[in-house]
């Protein structure tokens, strides 16, 4: 009779190559896609049962520690989309450990970049970028070329992560050519992606779109309906940003549809949040609230919690935005409870950010400076630059409105630096025109029109609607001036 230790062995060897039937079907695309999909949905309990003995035994012997590699390693892009990042990272730092055990270095060298690619996804960018550190080192030792590929891209994403776009976009261009020379087009079109995402946040949205343009083009000779689904919500947010807001809804229905049609949830309700998004911006309230509502329940259903918060924070912009700052602060609340128990520091120094306003329009000013200064130390810890001038903004705003005009040029002034130094051209715009408001606050009226200029070039550069906005202000500015003279 066969030993029960031997039946389990069994067991998860059989569900291990399941696994990782479905990890091939999805990387072929297409109709294999679905298979893959449904075939994980149906071994699921299985497979987890199978990975959570492997684990129990991990030191029993090479062989199980080897299964326990083969579990986090297997399907790694399916995993990546089916696992939330907390549990994902779990079966990885257990398959680090085993390929160490193993002396597997082309497992351990794998596991290094999805590891930090899941520390990336709950918001922990210093420790991603250690361990893709880690990976191009081994990866150069080992002579993996296609480690060494993919541990670029993930730099880049750090580095985006950590508002340094303009490393970001050389450590991408460096991965794109890689991909190309050897002609990997799934890596080809993940890299076009990342670069039209590095772009768009530095407010070169023509540039973006290029990239994204071409990333979908891709995914389409692949046959990669995922990937295709990324590209269209891409472009989207783009267009959102042009404030061409009925192209933006035309990409995020079709996001909607081929997610729909790939039974991709996640997609599906990344799609949804990117049409409430939308709706919210025509003014069409009622509808923004059901897309809001559906994409909430769709990821509460698959456990996405940080995606669950970043719908929450959405809907309480959205509320704020029409003056309902009751409702506003309680969702901000939840979007808060959420990040902090995922462990997303990120995402919680922007849900401090979105608290601080609501609590500053209901008149509590006390309390939003607390929460806006508990948002600037977070963002300073975690090294997002971005994030921090954003808050330095902020700030900025928060002193104008009580009157401290010199207080505001300083936080202004800050914000304006720490957006060039990063080579973010929307938050520079930005940050000229805040400084340039609370210049002509004070009197000092041909600089404000100066950094007024500074900032309406560069919008017009990004294509950024906030440009009426700056042109409306200058006008009366000149004329102001003119009547003075």
């Known amino acids: 009779m066969m030993a029960l230790r031997d039946v389990r062995r069994r067991h998860a060897e059989y569900y291990k190559e399941s696994l990782r039937i479905a990890g091939r079907q999805f990387r072929e695309g297409g109709e294999a896609l679905t298979e893959s999909l449904a075939r994980l949905d149906r071994d ?82 210093r420790e991603a970028l250690d361990l893709y550190e880690q990976q191009i080192a081994l990866a150069s030792d080992i002579q993996d070329e296609g480690a060494t590929r993919g541990a670029l891209g993930g730099l880049g994403n750090a580095h985006a992560a950590l508002g340094d776009f303009q490393n970001a ?52 000779e692949l046959g990669d309906h995922h990937g295709e689904s990324l590209a269209c919500g891409n472009l989207g947010n783009v267009y959102l940003k042009t404030g061409r807001t009925e192209l933006a809804v035309d990409w995020f229905e079709r996001q909607l549809r081929i997610a729909r049609e790939i039974g991709e949830k996640h997609g599906e309700g990344t799609a949804l949040a990117n049409l409430g998004v939308a709706h919210g911006t025509f003014g069409n309230g009622a509808l923004a609230s059901k897309l809001y509502s559906q994409a909430l329940v769709i990821f509460q259903e698959i456990g996405d919690r940080r995606a669950e918060s970043c719908v929450l924070g959405n809907m309480g912009q959205y509320h704020a935005n029409c003056g309902d700052l009751v409702e506003a602060m309680r969702l901000h609340k939840r979007a808060l409870e959420l990040s902090r128990e995922t462990g997303d520091r990120r995402s919680e120094g922007n849900d401090l950010n979105n608290l601080a306003l609501a609590y500053s329009d209901l008149g509590d000013y006390q309390r939003a400076h607390d929460l806006y200064l508990q948002a600037l130390s977070i963002k300073r810890e975690i090294g997002d630059q971005q994030g921090e001038a954003n808050t330095l903004g902020n700030l ?90």
């Open 44 to 125: 699921w309990l299985s497979i987890q049962a199978a990975q959570a003995w492997a684990q129990a035994e991990l030191k029993a012997d090479e062989t199980v520690a080897s299964l326990c590699s083969d579990f986090a390693g297997s399907a790694a892009r399916l995993l990546d989309l089916y696992q939330h990042p907390q549990e994902r990272a779990r079966w990885l730092i257990l398959g680090l450990a085993a390929a160490r055990l193993c002396k597997d270095s082309i497992a351990e060298c794998a596991h290094l970049g999805n590891l930090a690619a899941c520390y990336l996804a709950l918001g922990s960018s």
């Open 396 to 485: 900025g705003l928060w002193y104008m409105e009580r009157g401290d005009i010199d207080r505001a040029i300083n936080l202004y002034t800050d914000q304006l630096k720490l957006a060039r130094a990063i080579n973010d051209h929307r938050g520079t715009a930005t940050a000229s025109f805040n400084l340039s408001v609370a210049l002509a606050e004070c009197g000092r009226l041909a600089d404000a029109i100066e950094r007024a200029h500074d900032a309406l070039k560069l919008f017009e550069e990004c294509g950024d609607i906030t440009a009426i906005i700056v042109q409306q202000q200058l006008r009366a500015w000149q004329g102001s001036s003119e009547q003075q003279g």
């Open 169 to 220: 976009i050389t450590e991408h261009a460096q991965s794109l050519v890689r991909a190309r020379d050897v002609d990997d087009r799934h890596a080809e079109a993940m890299c076009l992606g990342n670069l039209g995402l590095a772009y768009a946040a530095l407010g070169k949205l023509d540039r973006a779109l290029e990239f994204h343009r071409q990333h979908l083009a891709v995914a389409q």
